[in-house]
């Protein structure tokens, strides 16, 4: 639960294909998410004045490496 006029802060790949983390042996995670979908979640769980945007970018082998802000 937040507090009133409380922060909550996402940090987490745009969504991939997976080959952000191809090179860890036995990943088992998640490919990221897009940004509409995490702001559809937080609109119906009541959070207010939801802002997302992309706030890094990298390139690393050819693999590009893209991670979302949600305020």
């Known amino acids: 639960m937040l507090n009133k006029d409380g922060l909550l802060i996402i940090i987490d790949l745009d969504k991939e294909?997976?080959?952000?983390?191809?090179?860890?042996?036995?990943?088992?995670?998640?490919n990221g998410f897009e940004h509409k979908y995490i702001e559809n979640i937080l609109k119906h769980v009541g959070l207010l004045n939801i802002k997302s945007e992309t706030f890094f970018y990298s390139e690393k082998n050819t693999i590009i490496k893209i991670y979302i802000l949600l305020l």
């Open 17 to 30: 294909d997976g080959n952000f983390h191809m090179d860890t042996k036995d990943f088992s995670g998640h």
